[in-house]
Nanobody, 127 residues
Framework: VQLQASGGGLVQTGGSLRLSCAAS????????IGWFRQFPGKVREGIAC????????YYDESVKGRFTMSRDYAENTVRLQMTGVKPEDTAVYYCAADFTRRKFGSDTSVPLFGDVWGKGTQVTVSS
């Protein structure tokens, strides 16, 4: 069970970046998969997720309208397309899969979850 995140780097304010998270093994049998980020000295927070329970995609209000999460079934990969990035998006980004069946009830926030985590990828937005 492995997740591998990639695609981080340096981008200018207002630019775009696409992160990918490849799942292998039984990591494909998840109930939900999400993207999270962690600022220095802060707790990791959820920003986007796809639920296999209801088929919906959820976003935190901080990224809604700017980031888009998608899934490529053929490649067992989820992606996070980041557009209109801001310096406050600078963080380490992680993907995680959840094998606990849960209900996501908010359209403006994503809870912290994840039984299997990939290594983080650094995103730095220059001003």
């Amino acid at each position: 069970v492995q997740l591998q995140a990639s695609g981080g780097g340096l981008v200018q304010t207002g630019g775009s970046l696409r992160l990918s998270c490849a799942a292998s093994g039984s990591a494909t049998d998840y109930y939900a998969i999400g993207w999270f980020r962690q600022f220095p000295g802060k707790v990791r927070e959820g920003i986007a997720c796809i639920s296999n329970v209801d088929g919906r995609t959820y976003y935190d209000e901080s990224v809604k309208g700017r980031f888009t999460m998608s899934r490529d079934y053929a490649e067992n990969t989820v992606r996070l397309q980041m557009t209109g990035v801001k310096p406050e998006d600078t963080a380490v980004y992680y993907c995680a899969a959840d094998f606990t069946r849960r209900k996501f009830g908010s359209d403006t926030s994503v809870p912290l979850f994840g039984d299997v985590w990939g290594k983080g990828t650094q995103v730095t937005v220059s001003s």
